[in-house]
């Protein structure tokens, strides 16, 4: 019978340590499991699974996989059968000492009981109700990621392997929440191991950053988001388009906001039209065409979070425009009216004296313009010495 074959060969690859085989045993994609019929898989109790493997964690992990199989059509009860199915495997992993053979198969399993916890919380979503499922989740994988941080054994079979992708679970669950006060807890361990950094999997990596990079850009961190993720794009495979789109959604802003603008040609490639009028307002100091363009593209911007970071470019384009104006006049001393006048022939009807003042003085505090405002006669005071300092290094 397939149980038999299912069992034997579970047995066969706990005895021969091969994490991989262990791996797609455990699959809810690809386990032979699948193919066991419905009516089989519900006879099946935990004493059968002695029958071919020692009692205790490894015969539990087996046995919880098999019920989450079973009830793979009804979400909530095949996410309680994984949760049970991880715990019994954490339980393995304490009890094998100096090994760390059977990552791959932790990895798998994490990755199957995140994708259960988001149907739950999809489905629970769509109904109206509230769940627990996610908290669930990343109570158990951080335990596990505590567990693997804190082994003692040699590298060469340490557990501390497995941290960066359990943290990278941890990132998309945090995500989902919109909750990253654990993240940071162990951003502060994967910093305790700078040696394994870069020799983690290249995949894992840039994951990594990627989440890194995000988390930054909410802390407003903005030379660690550049970091992290130009560092993510950089070496993601060139063929993952869809991949490097998604890290370009988020870095474009941030060298945008560090002066440095993408080229429509990149903007082409990655299918990202949506930079394309805010890249081409900011070259000209067009200050209602960026309005413009962000209020057509809000929904797209929102959707990333990026929505807020691109209305500060505001001073960007602010800032090439009083610098395109004081070029035309040739003047130091610039009145607010001629730019409220240059403004207007931009049929930007919205922005008044007072918001040009404003804007002015933001300019200022942010040390991309070097002047001071007259507030009485309404001038613009700018420096005879570089007006208008290089963008690098100044934090928008």
């Given at each position: 019978e397939m149980a038999a074959l299912f069992?034997?060969?579970?047995?066969?690859?706990?005895?021969?340590?091969?994490?991989?085989?262990?791996?797609?045993l455990l699959s809810l994609r690809h386990?032979?499991?699948?193919?066991?019929?419905?009516?089989?898989?519900?006879?099946i109790d935990l004493r059968r699974c002695t029958e071919?493997?020692?009692?205790?964690?490894?015969?539990?992990?087996?046995?919880?996989?098999?019920?989450?199989?079973?009830?793979?059509?009804?979400?909530?009860?095949?996410?309680?059968?994984?949760?049970?199915?991880?715990?019994?495997?954490?339980?393995?992993?304490?009890?094998?000492?100096?090994?760390n053979w059977m990552l791959p198969a932790l990895e798998q399993m994490v990755i199957d009981l995140r994708l259960l916890a988001y149907r739950v919380d999809d489905e629970a979503s769509?109904?109206?109700e509230k769940t627990d499922a996610l908290e669930s989740v990343l109570t158990i994988i951080r335990?596990?990621?505590?567990?693997?941080?804190?082994?003692?054994?040699?590298?060469d079979v340490s557990k501390k392997w497995g941290m960066m992708f359990l943290i990278n679970h941890l990132f998309s669950i945090a995500f989902r929440l919109n909750n990253f006060a654990i993240v940071d807890h162990m951003k502060r361990a994967m910093a305790r191991e700078p040696q394994l950094m870069n020799l983690y999997h290249m995949a894992h990596r840039i994951t990594y950053c990627y989440h890194s990079g995000r988390v930054a850009l909410l802390n407003a961190q903005m030379d660690v988001a550049s970091k992290e993720l130009t560092f993510a794009f950089n070496h993601c495979h060139r063929k993952s388009t869809n991949?490097?789109?998604?890290?370009l959604i988020h870095l474009i802003p941030v060298n945008i906001l560090h002066g440095r603008l993408p080229s429509l040609k990149l903007l082409e490639k990655y299918d990202l039209p949506q930079f394309a009028a805010v890249v081409t307002a900011i070259r000209n100091g067009h200050v209602r065409a960026l309005r413009d363009a962000l209020a057509e593209n809000q929904a797209f911007f929102v959707q990333y979070g990026?929505?807020?970071?691109?209305?500060?470019?505001?001073?960007?384009?602010?800032?090439?425009?009083?610098?395109?104006?004081?070029?035309?006049?040739?003047?130091?001393?610039?009145?607010?009216?001629?730019?409220?006048?240059?403004?207007?022939?931009?049929?930007?009807?919205?922005?008044?004296?007072?918001?040009?003042?404003?804007?002015?003085?933001n300019l200022i505090a942010q040390r991309m313009v070097k002047g001071y405002i007259a507030h009485e006669k309404r001038i613009l005071v700018l420096s005879k010495t570089e007006p208008f300092p290089p963008l690098a290094g100044l934090l928008l």
């Open positions: 069992f034997q060969s579970a047995a066969t690859v706990v005895r021969n340590k091969e994490g991989v085989r262990l791996a797609r386990s032979p499991a699948l193919k066991i019929k419905e009516v089989e898989l519900a006879r071919f493997l020692p009692a205790g964690p490894v015969a539990n992990t087996i046995f919880e996989h098999l019920k989450t199989v079973q009830f793979q059509r009804d979400a909530k009860a095949a996410l309680e059968h994984q949760r049970n199915a991880l715990t019994s495997f954490k339980a393995f992993l304490e009890e094998r000492t100096d090994e769509r109904v109206g335990e596990i990621f505590v567990l693997a941080s804190s082994d003692r054994a040699t590298m991949n490097k789109r998604l890290i990026i929505y807020l970071m691109l209305e500060r470019t505001l001073s960007l384009v602010f800032r090439r425009f009083v610098k395109r104006v004081q070029i035309i006049l040739r003047v130091h001393q610039l009145p607010l009216d001629a730019l409220l006048v240059a403004l207007r022939s931009l049929q930007d009807q919205e922005t008044d004296l007072d918001e040009i003042e404003c804007l002015l003085a």
